[in-house]
């Protein structure tokens, strides 16, 4: 006899405070699919960012990144806030078992994202020559806007639809299309673009044909994830003002968001040249790749926190902050630290001439060490419903960031814009810490959040002692030797200060889990 198509929900029917079996581990088996997937796609950007920097040199690379730059500020204004607010009604929909407001949610916001992506194309088009002469005083700068202004309309919708999948909380498939499709196509596609003597439009054109196929692929997973999509049968519901009404103050939040991010870059090309531009790009895209499991963490964590806030299960939503939180820090601790300890060698792979942005990375890290610090604040504050104070907050920020940019950049060039993103990135925190905890009663830190701490502080003087009484000499088999025991010393530390129930019952749960994944029939 088959069961009951609407089942209680385990959140529902568990006792508060107390966390199901199936919840830590779906979090953890979700963050570790994003994150392996996350992985994968961060190795295989960079991957290519070092691929088009040889090839085209840091000159030719700041030209394109300062088109590249004006495209994500676009394509962030055209999606208008939309994927979160996917994330946010998406899972309540499907939690009420509606399924023409769920199909509505989706089709309303691709015809939103796919009008304004064609209006701000357009708008890049038109724009591209005072943009390239009067902004960043470099003609070649149009070469690189035309060709992403017509990308645009392509990659929202692209990101609407992977965005949608997540809705459902099945974070694969978006893995699978922007993580790993995506790139990879990228990096083929350009590699046999440079071999056929193409430079720059080798690059652009590799963007436009991942783009083109990424479109048609996540449209296939959308439609598996969720069936009514393509029924006809079941009318969808127009979300349209609903979606936009909840998705205007993520839009302000997440634009001004962007343009801090790309603030550096966009002045470093009014002040500097595009050399210089180059340089900071190789920098950013290193200090990007730690940053992938919070990024992850902040993707699966979103339709939980929405979800447990509608149905008032605080005191566990303040258990998984906490959690998660502690998570997010041990995970990206090691990289970033790593990273200050082998900056030079690490900037080298993308040439001799781009290590001069050692100092900038080193500042950057400590910029983004301090973020992973603070937990899923930003989540924290849009999926409970206040994503307007996200953007008051950001705009503050911004501000002071334009301010910081303004003074320093001129006269200390990438270490001066490096400073500003990383005092700005850090007051940001500091500021969504105050909200969460005034208006949640919530903070991200308990006892155990000293563990991952203290472990990199011990790892950190293995290796400064290591390096001052052992190893000499700055050799690639030295430097892999240096990294692999300081790793090994977080590992160890972390062990030594033992496991907390919860992530024993958590790691108990996922072995059980993965073995039931590979065990074989009888």
């Not at 950007?45 to 030209?63: W, Y």
């Not at 208008?80 to 199909?103: C, E, M, S, V, Y």
């Not at 290796?463 to 690639?476: M, V």
């Amino acid at each position: 006899m088959s069961e009951s198509k609407k089942q209680p929900s385990p959140v529902l029917d568990s006792p508060e405070g107390l966390f199901p079996p199936w919840e830590l581990p779906a979090i953890a088996g979700g963050t570790g699919i994003i994150v392996a997937g996350a992985a994968v796609g961060a190795a295989l950007r960079f991957l290519f960012q070092i691929t088009i920097a040889k090839n085209l040199g840091p000159e030719l690379f700041g030209v394109f990144v300062l088109g590249f730059s004006v495209f994500k500020i676009a394509a962030m204004a055209a999606e208008f806030g939309l994927p979160q607010a996917n994330l946010r009604f998406l899972p309540i929909h499907q939690a009420d078992h509606d399924q023409a407001k769920t199909k509505g949610v989706v089709y309303s916001s691709i015809r939103i994202v796919l009008l304004s992506g064609m209006t701000f194309g357009l708008l890049m088009v038109l724009w591209s020559r005072p943009l390239a002469l009067n902004l960043f005083h470099n003609p070649d700068i149009r070469k690189s806007l035309i060709p992403l202004a017509v990308i645009l309309p392509l990659a929202v919708v692209t990101t609407i639809l992977t965005g949608a999948t997540q809705g459902f909380k099945i974070m694969k498939y978006k893995v699978l299309v922007t993580d790993i499709f995506e790139p990879a196509v990228r990096i083929i596609l350009v590699a046999g673009l440079f071999l056929a003597g193409l430079r720059l439009e080798g690059v652009l054109a590799s963007y436009l044909a991942a783009t083109i196929m990424a479109v048609f692929l996540a449209w296939h997973y959308l439609k598996k994830v969720f069936p009514p999509l393509a029924d006809r049968l079941i009318i969808p519901v127009d979300q349209t003002a609903r979606l936009l009404s909840f998705a205007w103050p993520i839009f302000l939040f997440k634009f001004f968001g962007v343009l801090l991010l790309w603030t550096d870059t966009l002045f470093l090309g009014y002040f500097k040249t595009a050399d210089d531009v180059g340089i900071y790009s190789a920098v950013q895209r290193t200090v990007v790749v730690g940053s992938v499991f919070i990024t992850s963490v902040n993707t699966i964590f979103s339709p939980y926190i929405s979800q447990l806030f509608h149905q008032n299960q605080i005191k566990r939503l303040n258990d998984l902050f906490k959690t998660v939180a502690k998570w997010t820090l041990t995970s990206s601790l090691p990289i970033y630290v790593g990273l200050i300890f082998f900056a030079r060698p690490v900037l080298n792979v993308f040439g001799p001439e781009f290590t001069s942005g050692t100092t900038p990375l080193i500042i950057l890290c400590l910029g983004w060490l301090l973020h992973s610090c603070t937990g899923s604040l930003g989540v924290m504050i849009t999926m409970t419903g206040r994503p307007i104070l996200n953007f008051a907050s950001v705009a503050g920020v911004l501000l002071i960031n334009i301010l910081l940019n303004l003074i320093l950049i001129p006269k200390y060039g990438i270490s001066g814009a490096a400073v500003a993103t990383a005092v700005s990135l850090t007051l940001g925190n500091l500021i969504s810490l105050v909200i969460v905890w005034l208006l949640l009663k919530m903070h991200p830190y308990r006892a155990d959040f000293l563990k991952p701490l203290v472990s990199g502080f011990g790892s950190s003087v293995v290796l400064l002692f290591l390096r001052g009484y052992l190893f000499r000499g700055s050799s690639a088999l030295v430097m892999i030797l240096e990294l692999l025991i300081f790793l090994l010393a977080y590992i160890i530390f972390l062990v030594l200060m033992r496991f907390s129930k919860e992530e024993k019952a958590t790691l108990s749960q996922l072995k059980k889990m993965l073995a039931e994944k590979i065990s074989f029939p009888a």
